[in-house]
């Protein structure tokens, strides 16, 4: 063998080395990266000071809603909710929260629903609010938790012998299809803002925050959901829909800033949707036609932008730095009753989406 062929091997065998161990370190330190990242986005969701937020609270409503405390098990950790309405027999409606909230983040839709005279079973989900769990752990944790409270719903005799219908929003709206996997008699459910898969929830936000180099961790992301979750990271709605045939409201706003309308949306998926018993409301209103705000009325929405000016009014004459007392005091004199006013049509749609389903 010549000098020149010796070394011209010699470099090859470096230079495999090296990538070799480039794509091992690669490997790890994308896997790593990808834990840690991942695990970020899911934190654990602790209850907000009630007396300095803006959101509906129990306590304006207790009177005239009674609720009986229940708790059952998921994965290892205690989930609290309540039952409203426990005199309704017309259904039981159970109320699958969003990601960042809990169930008294619904409490509108939990008075429409018992006005309406069913009985409602809301729970606040892993890592939110009262239940247990350190973080929130991951997008099919709703899954998991709404399979827990179904299951659990199955062992009670005044509840199982309701009628049962699901009702969930964004995190919430993705798990009332997908537990749809499981062979619960369900007859009918309301996704509101919901995903088709976990995956395209986590590669939509990857790729705002990452841009196109989230697509090199696909790998990882997919491994690491997987590991967490086992088959249920694969569930998808639309194979839900289909193997199950119950009938299925899909509502969507088209200027949704968390679920992208035609991308990783449930509703994007509608062509591949065969259910006859499926039916869709693309809210399409400028003003309501996000992720949170498609429940407000207009009036909602104008008394929101007062209560905004307002409060950044006092925000700056404070230098941000607000005392607890004052900030208080501007939240007791919040209208929270119109700020959280429900938008007529689209509940109605509901209502007559759930006559039909329960006339089935």
Do not use: C
Request: proline share 4%; net charge negative.
């Amino acid at each position: 063998m010549s000098t020149g062929t010796w070394k011209s091997n010699r470099l090859v065998k470096y230079v495999g080395t090296g990538l070799g161990i480039a794509t091992i370190l690669f490997i790890a330190i994308s896997f790593i990266a990808t834990k840690i990242v991942y695990d970020k986005q899911f934190p654990r969701y602790d209850r907000p000071d009630e007396n300095t937020t803006a959101h509906l609270r129990y306590s304006d409503i207790a009177t005239d809603y009674p609720r009986i405390p229940v708790s059952f098990e998921s994965g290892g950790n205690v989930l609290r909710g309540h039952i409203y309405g426990s005199d309704n027999t017309r259904g039981l409606l159970v109320i699958a929260h969003g990601l960042g909230g809990g169930a008294d983040s619904y409490l509108p839709q939990i008075k429409h629903f018992v006005d309406s005279g069913l009985r409602v079973f809301a729970y606040d989900s892993t890592g939110s609010y009262d239940s247990g769990g350190k973080t929130t752990k991951g997008f099919p944790q709703a899954v998991v938790d709404l399979h827990a409270a179904l299951t659990f719903i199955a062992g009670q005799p005044n509840l199982s012998e309701l009628p049962l219908l699901l009702f969930g929003h964004s995190w919430g709206g993705y798990a009332v299809v997908n537990v749809l996997n499981y062979p619960h008699d369900v007859k009918g459910v309301v996704s509101v803002s919901g995903v088709n898969t976990a995956i395209d929830m986590i590669m939509e936000q990857g790729e705002a925050l990452m841009g196109g180099f989230i697509h090199t961790q696909f790998p990882f992301l997919w491994l690491y959901q997987r590991l967490l979750f086992g088959n249920i990271a694969s569930f998808d709605a639309v194979s839900a829909i289909h193997a199950t045939g119950v009938p299925v409201l899909v509502i969507h706003g088209t200027a949704d800033e968390m679920v992208a309308y035609d991308g990783s949306a449930l509703i994007a998926h509608r062509d591949e949707i065969s259910n006859p018993l499926v039916r869709y409301v693309t809210v399409d209103t400028a003003g309501r036609n996000g992720h949170n705000n498609l429940f407000r009325t207009d009036e909602a929405i104008t008394y929101i932008d007062e209560v905004n000016a307002l409060y950044r009014t006092i925000y700056d004459n404070y230098d941000g730095q607000i005392p607890y007392g004052i900030k208080k005091d501007f939240y007791d004199n919040v209208d929270r009753m119109l700020l959280q006013e429900l938008e007529p049509s689209l509940m109605q749609t509901i209502d007559g989406f759930i006559d039909d389903a329960l006339r089935r």
